[in-house]
């Protein structure tokens, strides 16, 4: 349903711009986001924005990533700066609507030292 891409290796401070398209048109959609998992860590939100635009973001990435959507488009970009070494990680884009969550494969980001 969902593909991410835009992922990569990218030195510390670098800049990387994640993108996630649905392959169909989904309909009543609450809120876009994404999320992160790091090897031998849980999965965590990184970064949500619901349908009136307001967006909200783990303490950690504040200030270096921004969540941006296309409603007609039904598209979520994450543009992220000065990346760091821990931001490495697979990122999932995710799209929910009031009955289902859609979730994208996943792409990995490598942030080198």
């Known amino acids: 349903q969902l593909q991410a891409s835009g992922g990569g290796l990218v030195q510390a401070g670098g800049s990387l711009r994640l993108s996630c398209a649905a392959s169909?048109?989904?309909?009543?959609?609450?809120?876009m986001a994404w999320y992160r998992q790091a090897p031998g860590k849980q999965r965590e939100l990184v970064a949500v924005?619901?349908?009136?635009?307001?967006?909200m973001y783990v303490d950690s990435v504040k200030g270096r990533f921004t969540i941006s959507r296309d409603n007609a488009k039904n598209t979520i970009d994450l543009q992220m700066n000065s990346l760091k070494p821990e931001d490495t990680a697979v990122y999932y884009c995710?799209?929910?609507?009031?009955?289902?969550?859609?979730w994208g494969q996943g792409t990995l980001v490598t942030v080198s030292s």
């Open positions: 995710k799209i929910e609507t009031f009955r289902n969550a859609y």
């Open positions: 169909r048109r989904i309909f009543n959609i609450n809120t």
């Open positions: 924005i619901s349908s009136d635009g307001s967006t």
